[in-house]
């Protein structure tokens, strides 16, 4: 059996030389490790999701002791380095000698014994040196905040000039944290109070979310796809802020429905949830496997009122729906807390090809919509592109729908000006430091009767 942290270097590895994505890669590995404990695995995936998350302020640091030849190193020597550097400034319970010790004996596994020599030498300067090290000067707020919150620059820029520096701060923040793990109950199968009761008794410590009825803030969850609850679909894992997209569509039971970009199925099985299974939900993927997985939570959850069809979501369909569902492919930097590794993926590039597609499906959705039907347009992003000036373009172009007011239906607390642009507009903006959510924009329209 493999050690946490050999398994963490090997992770790292591929996420960083491979491009492999972070969750899949980490996934795979602690499958392939069936005698790892649930404390070792919980290490692999603190190592593994901390270096990626702070790869540019440890790569900051570690330059100021490997002068000139950190880029030479090899990318296991430098991925031990960043995850015992990541130890001594982030894992206060990880003493500074069993961090040091760990990484030679890596060292000499993935390179050799003078390479566990300059690790070792690397380390313990370290560890005696690198609170000394000075960031970037708050002024060049781009260095700094890029350093401090290891967020690439344009994003930084970009942001800046959206929200402010203070915003941009809290959303690194943000970043930055451990996620939280929303457990959304199956209303189908069980009642809030009864899951409530089982899950407990697997030691799992859980809170009712504040945001959202039947969702919990899980902790102490260990094999969570493994329990017998959720194999038997009782519940399953939905952000607080994707179960918001549902509730502000609010179909209705003996509804026509349509999921036009729905995998993996997440909101395609809480809206049949809500129509407690009466009407019908068609959920469109241009992917089969996607498809074929969407069908397989649908069964697992006990969900009768969903069917798959393989469609570009471009092109309308010749059927019209009461309630069209557009959780549209974004840029997801809404979600940085979750996908490690996306914030070093990203480009505005991205964003702009972004915008000319969901153009596309936008137009699509409007005429897959009946006349006194609802469109919801939904994205785990935060850029104004995707979501605001796409939304009020939208609007101007189709002066057949009219925005929604949906602030009461959330019964949240909203400040007055995301009060303003929901009854104005019909959006709410979602940044993740607001309720320590995803980041999310939600719109919402009805299509004027003739």
Known sequence: MKSARYLAVEVLNKITEDGAYSNLALRQALGSQPDMTAQEKSLTTELVYGVVKRLLTLDYYLQKFVQGKYQKLTPSIKNILRMSAYQMIYLERIPVSAAVNEAVKLAKRFGHEGTAKLVNAVLRRFAREWQAVSLPNKEDFLAYASVKYSHPTWLIAKWEAEFGKI??????????????????????????????????????????????????????VSNLEQEKCFLAGCYTVQNEASVLVCKILAPQKGARVLDMCAAPGGKTMHMAEMMENKGSILALDIYDHKLALIMDNAQRLGVEIVSCKKHDATKPLTTNFDYVL??????????????????????????????????????????????????????????????REQWLRFLQEHPEFQPEDFAEELQLELLVEELKTIKEHGYLQILPQRWGTDGFFISKARKIEN
């Open 167 to 220: 915003v941009t701060e809290e959303l690194c923040l943000a970043n930055n944290q451990v996620p939280k793990l929303c457990l959304r109950v199956n209303t189908l199968k069980t009642a809030q109070a009864e899951q409530l009761e089982e899950l407990t008794k697997l030691g799992w410590q859980l809170t009712k979310s504040q945001l959202v009825e039947n969702v919990f803030l899980a902790t102490g």
């Open 326 to 387: 557009l959780d549209a492919p974004c840029s997801g930097l809404g979600v940085l807390a979750h996908k490690a590794d996306a914030r070093w993926s990203k480009e505005t590039e991205n964003i702009n090809h972004l915008v000319e597609l969901q153009q596309e499906l936008l137009a699509a959705a409007a005429k897959n919509v009946l006349p006194g039907g609802h469109l919801v347009y939904s994205l785990c992003t935060i850029t104004k592109e995707e979501g």
